[in-house]
C-alpha cells in the first residue's frame, strides 16, 4: 500500500510562484513513477508532470503548454517529489494531485494506482 500526501498549495497572485511536495509512504520509493495532475472544476483530470523511476533511465517531462514554467523533481532520499510552479496564471487554479505507479511513466491517469489527497491551487489576477 502506497501513501500520498502533498502539500504546499494555497493562494498566489499572477506571476508568483509555488513549491508543491508529496511525501511517500512506502518502501523502494525510487522504483515508482511519479507525477503531477490537475483538475479545474468543471474540467477534465490533467497530466501536468512526471518523473521515471530508477528502473529505467532517469528523465522527466511536462506537459508541453507548461515547460518553462514547471519543473518536477525528486529527493528519493526523502521519499518526496515536488513540483516547482513558476509565473503561474489564473488559468493554473486547480487540484493538483500526486501520483504513483511501477513501471514506465505515463501521461494517463488512469494507469495510476496511487492517489493523494490533493492540494489547492488558486491563483488570483
Known amino acids: 500500500q502506497v501513501q500520498l500526501v502533498e502539500s504546499g498549495g494555497g493562494l498566489v497572485q499572477a506571476g508568483g510562484s509555488l513549491r508543491l511536495s508529496c511525501v511517500a509512504s512506502?518502501?523502494?520509493?525510487?522504483?515508482?513513477?511519479m507525477s503531477w495532475f490537475r483538475q479545474a472544476p468543471g474540467k477534465e483530470r490533467e497530466f501536468v508532470a512526471t518523473?521515471?523511476?530508477?528502473?529505467?533511465?532517469?528523465?522527466?517531462y511536462s506537459a508541453d503548454s507548461l515547460k518553462g514554467r514547471f519543473r518536477i523533481s525528486r529527493d528519493n532520499a526523502k521519499n518526496t517529489v515536488y513540483l516547482q510552479m513558476n509565473n503561474l496564471q489564473p488559468e493554473d487554479t486547480a487540484v493538483y494531485y500526486c501520483?504513483?505507479?511501477?513501471?514506465?511513466?505515463?501521461?494517463?491517469?488512469?494507469?495510476?494506482?496511487?492517489w493523494g489527497q490533493g492540494t489547492q491551487v488558486t491563483v488570483s489576477s
Open positions: 518523473f521515471s523511476g530508477d528502473a529505467f533511465y532517469a528523465y522527466s
Open positions: 512506502v518502501r523502494s520509493f525510487s522504483s515508482y513513477a
Open positions: 501520483a504513483a505507479k511501477l513501471g514506465p511513466v505515463d501521461r494517463d491517469w488512469d494507469k495510476y494506482e496511487y
